[in-house]
């Protein structure tokens, strides 16, 4: 949902909420840089817990955000994570929409009232 | 803000974690004690066969260490096409350093360049001649620092062994040129280590899973 400002009526660039909370932000990143990661991997690097990271996968596992794979390495199983092709094309949208949202001048008009 | 910058800080730190293992550093570390010992074999009067069979163990520092120790504790991850292609593009190079360097050295060797620095050094000098630029390459390619700092120390060996020879002589030149920097940098390797395991413990079965 687009927000306005009380001053020049400019509207801020529409933002992804579910990319935009940080955990899920540092999941997609890292997850943007490479191919895939284990499970393991993805929660060492971005300093959640088990369960804190498995509810921010599963919510963008039902965006269609992340691809989640279980398999087993030897006897072991294991889970890695991928973006799709959504995610990533959701990810750089949210990049660019963040660069034209700091880049974009204010029209900051003052109130003579306050003056 | 997310720039290109950001991101590919955020690589460069995935990659980079993946060597805070120390199994690189301590593969240097034995790598440089091997070229102290060979250095000392015709002293000793042990062939220098075995000094190049040891040699074999060096590849299983990393492979072994990152199956048994590093990826059950960091977990498995394979890095972007661009990542891909930087390594195939280093192992390119390094064909051709070595496809260059090889005449250098045989002509080197056979105007009886080796002999001056003391016979035993023939081999380290070798391996400092086709290693160290490679050593700097790699460390450029793969984005390794301590790299540069381990062909650097490749580079001075040499020359100090051979600066050694002439108060010292052999087997102890060797010794004290190769040897020492392989015991720091295998000490150092050891430590990475051990850190890197206290950091990451083993993790229990639930803590691999999603949902």
Known sequence: MPAENNTGGNKLPEIDRLVHEPARYNIMALLYVVTRAEFLFVQNQTHLTPGNLSSHVSKLESAGYVDIQKQFVGKLPKTFLSLTQRGREAFEDYRNRMKELFTTPLNVQTDPDTE | ?211
């Not at chain 2, 060979?38 to 040699?55: A, E, K, N, Q």
């Not at chain 2, 260490?65 to 390094?94: Q, W």
């Not at chain 2, 016979?119 to 000098?125: A, D, E, F, I, K």
């Open chain 2, 1 to 211: 803000m997310i720039t290109p910058e950001s991101i590919k800080e955020i690589e460069k730190r995935a990659y980079r974690a993946t060597f805070d293992d120390g199994l690189y550093d301590i593969l240097f570390g034995v790598a440089f004690l091997i070229l102290a010992w060979i250095s000392t074999l015709d002293s000793i009067g042990v062939p220098r066969l075995y000094g190049y069979l040891s040699v074999i163990i060096l590849p299983l520092i990393p492979l072994l260490g990152k199956k048994y120790i590093s990826t059950p504790r960091l977990g498995a991850v394979e890095f972007g096409p661009r990542r891909k292609s930087k390594k195939l593009f280093l192992l390119v190079i390094i064909g051709a350093v070595i496809f260059l360097q090889m005449p250098v050295i045989m002509i080197a060797g056979a105007g009886g360049f080796f002999e001056v620095l003391g016979g035993s050094l023939s081999v380290p000098v070798m391996v400092g001649m086709i290693i160290a630029p490679l050593l700097l390459l790699a460390a450029y390619f793969i984005d390794y620092p301590r790299m540069y700092i381990y062909a650097v120390l490749l580079l001075v060996s040499i020359p100090h062994a051979a600066f050694m020879y002439e108060f010292v002589g052999v087997p102890f030149n060797g010794l004290i040129s190769f040897g020492i920097p392989g015991l720091v940098i295998l000490i150092y390797g050891l430590n990475l280590l051990a850190k890197f395991i206290r950091k990451y413990p083993l993790p229990t079965p639930e803590a691999n899973h999603a949902g």
